[in-house]
């Protein structure tokens, strides 16, 4: 267990929809990553927070925004979802080098 | 950006047999990551590298970075079917925290 926790596990959306995503992270993390990962793939960096502020970002339209609370938590919208939106969606929680992954939210988009 | 190249794409072997896998960069290596990944579930950290010649053991499994050569790779020792799964390389981007990942290596265990 490493304390990362997301929500919610499973969701199904229509194309065109928007959607939130939420992830707690680990206590003493102020770093929170956002993660893409589809099918027969390896994660793709989404962006990261850092208290509060977005800190990189990947290559992923700005339909995909984020959000850090000061309690470190963080969410992540996708607006007008596409069906290449479905996929895992992996937070990360970090303070230095070492990251932690929570179990992830399954999006499908139909 | 980063490119990591893992092989095997996948492996099956037989319960008690020794394995490799192997994680190649297209760039220098700064701090290199190994997680495992069970189907459609989160990465359970394992290890991290950060130094030429680095080599971490954790139970059964042992990693080691050659900087050098760009590469690291994951040996487990006495497999078991509680090794299965999939094993992900990730390496450190320029935003601390940034990883880029490899594609994965699929690994069965069979009894």
């Known amino acids: 267990e490493t304390g990362v926790t997301q929500s919610p596990t499973h969701l199904i959306k229509t194309r065109g929809q928007q959607v939130t995503l939420r992830c707690s992270s680990q206590s003493g993390h102020n770093t929170v990553s956002w993660y893409q990962q589809a099918l027969g793939q390896g994660p793709q960096f989404i962006f990261q927070?850092?208290?509060?502020?977005?800190?990189g970002r990947g290559n992923f339209p700005p339909r995909f925004s984020g959000l850090q609370f000061p309690n470190y938590s963080s969410e992540l919208n996708v607006n007008a979802l596409e069906l290449d939106d479905s996929a895992l969606y992996l937070c990360?929680?970090?303070?230095?080098?070492?990251?932690?992954f929570g179990p992830g939210t399954r999006l499908t988009v139909t | 950006s980063q490119e990591l190249e893992q092989s095997p794409q996948s492996l099956i072997v037989q319960e008690g047999k020794n394995l490799t896998i192997n994680c190649t960069s297209s760039k220098t290596l700064y701090g290199l990551y190994w997680y495992k990944q069970k189907y459609g579930e989160g990465l359970i950290f394992l290890m991290m590298l950060q130094k030429g010649g680095e080599e971490k053991s954790h139970e059964k499994i042992t990693a080691k970075l050659d900087e050098k050569k760009q590469q690291s790779s994951l040996h487990i020792t006495a497999s078991q079917p509680s090794h299965a799964g999939i094993y992900l390389c990730?390496?450190?981007?320029?935003?601390?925290?940034?990883?880029?990942f490899g594609r994965g290596t699929q690994l069965t265990v069979w009894p």
């Open positions: 990730g390496v450190r981007g320029s935003t601390l925290g940034r990883l880029y």
């Open positions: 990360a929680s970090s303070w230095g080098y070492e990251q932690y």
């Open positions: 927070y850092y208290r509060e502020e977005e800190n």
